[in-house]
């Protein structure tokens, strides 16, 4: 059995946030939630939906660098960027234009922009170890 390629679909939005997050107001934020719960339906009844997710403010991230004798951890998200991911989406598509035409629809609903990344297959990493 074939199985689609896997995307991940990353939700970005300001690092400053309001009351309401991401949102300017409380409605929005509403109005937000449940346009992008309408694409998560939509996403599971047309078959592309295998995972997706809010995160919590990057301020609540810890950074973890294991490369050395002991873990170091350090409060706070990685880089600091005027921008942060806010939530994920992992879908199945047939093709890159398919997962491209749904991020544009996500990017809608969620009112954020998102970056589209394919899941590395053994046929990359294949073509890496090739190169």
């Not at 078959?47 to 660098?65: K, N, R």
């Not at 749904?102 to 590395?120: H, M, N, T, W, Y």
Request: hydrophobic residues 40%; aromatic residues 10%; negative net charge.
């Amino acid at each position: 059995m074939t199985t689609m390629p896997r995307y991940l679909l990353s939700v970005f939005g300001p690092a400053a946030r309001t009351d309401y997050g991401p949102y300017p107001s409380k409605e929005d934020m509403l109005q937000a939630f449940a346009d992008t719960g309408a694409f998560n339906d939509r996403l599971q009844r047309e078959g592309y939906f295998v995972f997706a997710d809010g995160l919590e403010p990057a301020t609540t991230a810890t950074t973890v660098d294991g490369q050395g004798e002991s873990p170091v951890l350090t409060d706070g998200p990685y880089l600091e960027t005027k921008e942060h991911i806010g939530g994920f989406w992992v879908i199945e598509a047939p093709d890159l234009d398919v997962a491209l035409a749904l991020a544009a629809d996500g990017s809608k609903a969620c009112r954020g922009v998102i970056e589209v990344r394919p899941f590395q297959t053994a046929e990359s990493v294949a073509a890496l170890l090739d190169s």
